[in-house]
Nanobody
Framework: QVQLVESGGGLVQAGGSLRLSCAAS????????MAWYRQAPGKQRELVAA???????NYADSVKGRFTISRDNAKNTVYLQMNSLKPEDTAVYYC??????????WGQGTQVTVSS
């Protein structure tokens, strides 16, 4: 079993920054993909950014140049640095870890609210 604990969400004004953290505990394979998703009210959950254990990353077009995903493999922790936040970034942000094609775990989510 794997547990993911997210932190760092909150309320920020447009143009501000937040840093999200997600710590994974339990039986974590050395090779995995960690990612951040978000879900705004009335919308589908969408991928924000992902990073492999080797450090390869990919981002949603809407956050490129503003968000940075990183990870600390020794701590099994993934981070999302969010800069130049916009009201449309308001959502619940979820952390996910893919241990294999069929084995994945989700965090409980953390609210990010960006005021205009």
């Amino acid at each position: 079993q794997v547990q993911l604990v997210e932190s760092g969400g909150g309320l920020v004004q447009a143009g501000g920054s937040l840093r999200l953290s997600c710590a994974a505990s339990g039986r974590i394979f050395s090779s995995n993909v960690m990612a951040w998703y978000r879900q705004a009210p009335g919308k589908q959950r969408e991928l924000v950014a992902a990073i492999t254990s080797g450090g390869s990353t990919n981002y949603a077009d809407s956050v490129k140049g503003r968000f940075t995903i990183s990870r600390d493999n020794a701590k099994n922790t993934v981070y999302l640095q969010m800069n130049s936040l916009k009201p449309e970034d308001t959502a619940v942000y979820y952390c996910k870890v893919d241990l294999s094609v069929t084995l994945r775990y989700w965090g409980q989510g953390t609210q990010v609210t960006v005021s205009s």
